[in-house]
T-cell receptor, first 107, second 112 residues
């Protein structure tokens, strides 16, 4: 499968710090997307990066993609308590999700 | 802006009963995906439809079936429910040519 695998599985930081989450996948992709999920709630699309892009920014989010290493990273800068959620990466339109990184931002 | 609508939001069923979950995609979205997310688990792709035809199949049990109707809404039918079917069921839609999926709020199914 084209599953993405997130790393770390859990991350606890203080408000204001940066949070970096990584994702690895197994096969060739056309694009990779990051989603956020608050506990027991729906998935919210955060950002999409195409296979020919290396870096993309959206507000406090920065995503990188290294297709040679089949990996992506999501950086959240100046984190807020409201960023506390699980973050998933998903590859291509089949949207096979990885196991997610649970981010806890302490106020 | 209109979002993906799922109904019901919560459903409680007993073992061996049947359940039908409904999904109404965003207007002009022609593709619907269904996902199952067990407690503490990542979302698992079940099945997808494009223009009312099944386009891809994931880990959907044989006890489940789904279809997409002429108005693009989709229904997931689940029979002979088991305790392990208790999960959050998400529907997502997107328009072909756009890579972004938009997820509904989910239906929480509890099987007792």
């Amino acid at each position: 499968s084209q599953q993405g695998e997130e790393d770390p599985q859990a991350l606890s930081i203080q408000e204001g710090e940066n949070a970096t989450m990584n994702c690895s996948y197994k096969t060739s992709i056309n694009n990779l997307q990051w989603y956020r999920q608050n506990s027991g709630r729906g998935l919210v699309h955060l950002i999409l990066i195409r296979s020919n892009e290396r870096e993309k920014h959206s507000g406090r989010l920065r995503v990188t993609l290294d297709t040679s290493k089949k990996s992506s990273s999501l950086l959240i800068t100046a984190s807020r308590a409201a960023d506390t959620a699980s973050y998933f990466c998903a590859t291509d339109t089949k949207f096979y999700f990885g196991s997610g990184t649970k981010l806890n931002v302490k106020p | 802006a209109a979002g993906v609508i799922q109904s019901p939001r919560h459903l409680i069923k007993e073992k061996r009963e049947t359940a039908t979950l409904k999904c109404y995609p965003i207007p002009r979205h022609d593709t619907v995906y269904w996902y199952q997310q067990g407690p503490g688990q990542d979302p698992q792709f079940l099945i997808s439809f494009y223009e009312k035809m099944q386009s891809d199949k994931g880990s959907i049990p044989d006890r489940f079936s789904a279809q997409q109707f002429s108005d693009y809404h989709s229904e997931l039918n689940m029979s002979s429910l088991e305790l392990g079917d208790s999960a959050l069921y998400f529907c997502a839609s997107h328009r072909v040519g756009s890579y972004e999926q938009y997820f509904g709020p989910g239906t929480r199914l509890t099987v007792t």
